[in-house]
Nanobody
Framework: QPELVESGGGLVQPGGSLRLSCSGS????????IGWFRQVLGKDPEAIAC????????WYPDSVKGRFTVSGDNAGNLAFLQMTSLQPDDTAVYYC?????????????????????RGKGTLVTVSS
């Protein structure tokens, strides 16, 4: 069974930066799209960065555009989410997910319920 494991979460001050990593096992990232989602308690998961690992096309919602950058390393089966200018509203559990690239369009199909695999999440807390 494929597994995704997120790392890099933690406590950061407002205005700070964090880099999240997603490591995959039992899955070859080059054949998948990767979606980063975040979830605040009581709310639905929100897509915040999506990347096709085959052509590296990306999509971001307006809430993080210009602050977050998604990237991937197919050889290492890794995906990354670089987050800058973090604010308290960015506090959430961040999840790495994957979808078969044949169905994946960064903007149109990067939807939580449709992703094939999901990690367990890593907590990001932005607070002074």
């Amino acid at each position: 069974q494929p597994e995704l494991v997120e790392s890099g979460g933690g406590l950061v001050q407002p205005g700070g930066s964090l880099r999240l990593s997603c490591s995959g096992s039992g899955i070859s990232f080059r054949y998948y799209g990767i979606g980063w989602f975040r979830q605040v308690l009581g709310k639905d998961p929100e897509a915040i960065a999506c990347i096709s690992m085959s052509d590296k096309s990306t999509w971001y919602p307006d809430s993080v555009k210009g602050r977050f950058t998604v990237s991937g390393d197919n050889a290492g089966n890794l995906a990354f989410l670089q987050m800058t200018s973090l604010q308290p509203d960015d506090t959430a559990v961040y999840y790495c997910t994957a979808m078969d690239d044949r169905r994946f369009l960064p903007r149109a199909t990067c939807v939580w319920r449709d992703m094939d695999f999901r990690g367990k999440g890593t907590l990001v807390t932005v607070s002074s």
